[in-house]
């Protein structure tokens, strides 16, 4: 009770929930000693990838016993998943007093729920400061609160698409802009960019970064992977070429983002670890929501002998990548669908409508910056076979499943941690 007390009076600090501005974080910092600085980072800056990349890094130096820290939002069930010290989510008390100490030191000066939660962040990370620490940089890079760093190991560029458009001029809401936004501020040290879209992304990140005076590593040009039909995948660059087991996660594009986590590491001369720590890290990867399935739990007793999957994919770039996986699974997939109020709904669906059998729209449940079900649905009407459910559990009760047939529960993460804490 206590934690959320101090979550709630953040949450005033700021009438908006996001102010693209760096003003007041380097205020707080500043008082707090600038812990962020002499810190060991890996920045993970991107659309889409940038948790199961921060994900699979994690648990390769963890068989290394490399000591992580780890930044990343939104969470998915509570805010403690945002807080990883030595590879440990932070306790509810804990939390509670690092944010106690912070919200006293800030005495109450304007700042954004997210500026003063990544300031926290920092205060508390200074204690570990032999630990690397993975930061998810969210939003725009640019005017984020994760870019006040002033040096890093690494920055990785994950998937980069359309997203957050709402929170650029009209005049800008462009790729072009997101891309500047994203990478025109890295710092110098070395740039890992993982597989693209398109080849006119890449160009483009290409001529963004190219005064950028850091090492540039590219995929396909400086790393790259294939899948054997043999239950393996190979991965090669300029160190060599490792034959690795499938990770412990569904679908091809995670090979994308565990190729991008390897070739981050093995470009990092201060990281030393030997391939077993790839081979065994990889089986150990920890994701959520990406593409997950439910195994257990009240909501898979729901569908029986059939599989329950949820996945936290939210725009149009996620949404492509989930319905190539889907193309390569034999079965009638239906879909639950909860979405943001601010996304592109018709462009995210348009990816998926021709691979499933049947749409049904839900409301999400605590977030009212989401669409309606109803509304959703109503947006959606063109679509063959949509129906709406106010609840998951009338949403799952209401499909009617043959032998083989799966449910995806897609749309938000927010979504997502609905599922998971009804489940």
């Known amino acids: 009770m206590k934690l959320q007390q101090i979550l709630h009076n953040l949450q005033r600090l700021h009438p908006k929930e996001i102010d693209l501005s760096l003003d007041r974080i380097n205020k707080l910092c500043k008082k707090l000693g600038n812990p962020q600085d002499n810190l060991k980072y890996i920045s993970v800056i991107g659309t889409n990838g940038k948790y199961s990349t921060i994900q699979a890094i994690r648990a390769i130096l963890k068989d290394a016993n490399i000591k992580c820290n780890i930044y990343t939002s939104p969470h998915i069930q509570k805010i403690n998943e945002r807080f990883i010290y030595n590879d440990e989510e932070i306790s509810d008390e804990n939390l509670a007093k690092l944010l106690s100490e912070v919200e006293e030191i800030n005495a109450g000066e304007p700042i954004t729920y997210f500026e003063i939660l990544t300031a926290a ?21 640019r005017a984020d609160a994760c870019s006040i760093i002033k040096s890093n190991l690494a920055s990785i560029i994950t998937a980069i698409g359309l997203d957050h458009l709402d929170w650029l001029p009209k005049n800008k809401q462009t790729i072009d802009q997101i891309i500047f936004e994203k990478t025109s501020s890295l710092v110098t040290s070395k740039i890992i960019v993982s597989k693209q879209s398109s080849n006119e992304i890449l160009n483009k990140i290409k001529d963004s970064i190219k005064e950028n005076s850091s090492k540039k590593v590219f995929y396909t040009n400086d790393f790259n992977y294939s899948l054997n039909e043999n239950g393996f995948f190979y991965y090669e660059d300029k160190y060599g070429g490792l034959k690795l087991p499938l990770p412990n996660l569904e679908g091809e594009f995670q090979l994308s983002n565990i190729s991008t986590a390897i070739s981050t590491i093995r470009n ?15 089986k150990k990867i920890k994701s959520v929501a990406r593409f997950s399935e439910i195994k257990n739990g009240k909501l898979k007793d729901l569908v029986k002998n059939n599989k329950i999957y949820i996945d936290g994919s939210h725009n149009p770039l996620g949404a492509s990548v989930l319905s190539k996986h889907l193309n390569s699974l034999e079965c009638n997939k239906h879909i639950i669908l909860g979405m943001m109020n601010n996304k592109n709904h018709i462009e995210y669906i348009s990816y998926l409508k021709d691979k499933i059998s049947s749409l049904t729209t839900v409301d999400i449940p605590n977030q009212p910056n989401a669409i309606n079900g109803e509304d959703l649905m109503k947006k959606l009407k063109n679509l063959k076979k949509i129906n709406y459910k106010k609840s998951i559990k009338e949403a799952i009760k209401s499909i009617e499943l043959k032998d083989n047939d799966i449910i995806i529960i897609t749309g938000s993460l927010y979504l997502a941690g609905e599922v998971l804490n009804l489940n």
């Open 121 to 141: 962040y920092f205060y508390n990370a200074k204690k570990f400061k032999n630990n690397i620490n993975l930061l998810e940089s969210g939003l725009f890079h």
């Open 268 to 282: 990092i001369e201060e990281i030393r670890i030997k391939d077993q720590n790839i081979i065994n890290g990889i």
